[in-house]
T-cell receptor, first 114, second 107 residues
Framework: NAGVTQTPKFQVLKTGQSMTLQCAQD?????MYWYRQDPGMGLRLIYY???????DKGEVPNGYNVSRLNKREFSLRLESAAPSQTSVYFC?????????????FGSGTRLTVV | QKEVEQNSGPLSVPEGAIASLNCTYS??????FFWYRQYSGKSPELIMF????GDKEDGRFTAQLNKASQYVSLLIRDSQPSDSATYLC???????FGAGTRLTVKP
């Protein structure tokens, strides 16, 4: 069972470069999320998609864009990377939102912006 | 701003002891609460959820919820070195996580 798959696992970018983080789930979940995790700050929600065709801002959306490509895939784009975006990024999914059953997380993408 | 607060720790307990982890939240309308375990360098994994006042037990883990006082706690009985991890509390209503408490269980 693949669950939630994120690519790439590691990435180094130069300031100003762009990139897209990919996320796909095979659990037929309706809702998908992007979080970033920084030391001492826990997980912070960047964007989420409650269902296919919808996206909403979370707590820290500035500098990011998202696309819910279909029910399975939810991508996160950094248009012009900044050192402040150095972080570990997690994609997650749930059957619906809000959920009583929690999230399934991908393995994460460790991004360094130099 | 809705908040979820946890003591960042580190919390250190000897093997076999009870580890007690606490979380407070500000949104009185919150319905469900989750505890995740995160090993270093890994992604969070769900270990417990609770939505009714009182206790919920699953093996060595007990989640306790007190909506009047707006806190939720996680007790780990007979702590093992393999329980050493960061424990994250999360609130259903706005998908917000606490910063996590780092637990170390010493042999």
């Amino acid at each position: 069972n693949a669950g939630v798959t994120q690519t790439p696992k590691f990435q180094v970018l130069k300031t100003g470069q762009s990139m897209t983080l990919q996320c796909a789930q095979d659990m037929n979940h309706n809702s998908m999320y992007w979080y970033r995790q920084d030391p001492g700050m826990g997980l912070r929600l960047i964007y989420y998609s409650a269902s296919e065709g919808t996206t909403d801002k979370g707590e820290v959306p500035n500098g990011y864009n998202v696309s819910r490509l279909n029910k399975r895939e939810f991508s996160l784009r950094l248009e012009s990377a900044a050192p402040s975006q150095t972080s570990v990024y997690f994609c997650a999914s749930s059957l619906r939102t809000p959920t009583n059953y929690g999230y399934t997380f991908g393995s994460g993408t460790r991004l360094t912006v130099v | 701003q809705k908040e979820v607060e946890q003591n960042s720790g580190p919390l250190s307990v000897p093997e076999g002891a009870i580890a007690s982890l606490n979380c407070t939240y500000s949104d009185r309308g919150s319905q469900s609460f989750f505890w995740y375990r995160q090993y270093s360098g890994k992604s969070p994994e769900l270990i417990m959820f609770i939505y009714s006042n009182g206790d919920k037990e699953d093996g060595r883990f007990t989640a306790q919820l007190n909506k009047a006082s707006q806190y939720v706690s996680l007790l780990i009985r007979d702590s093992q070195p393999s329980d050493s991890a960061t424990y994250l509390c999360a609130v259903r209503s706005d998908m917000r996580f606490g910063a996590g408490t780092r637990l170390t269980v010493k042999p």
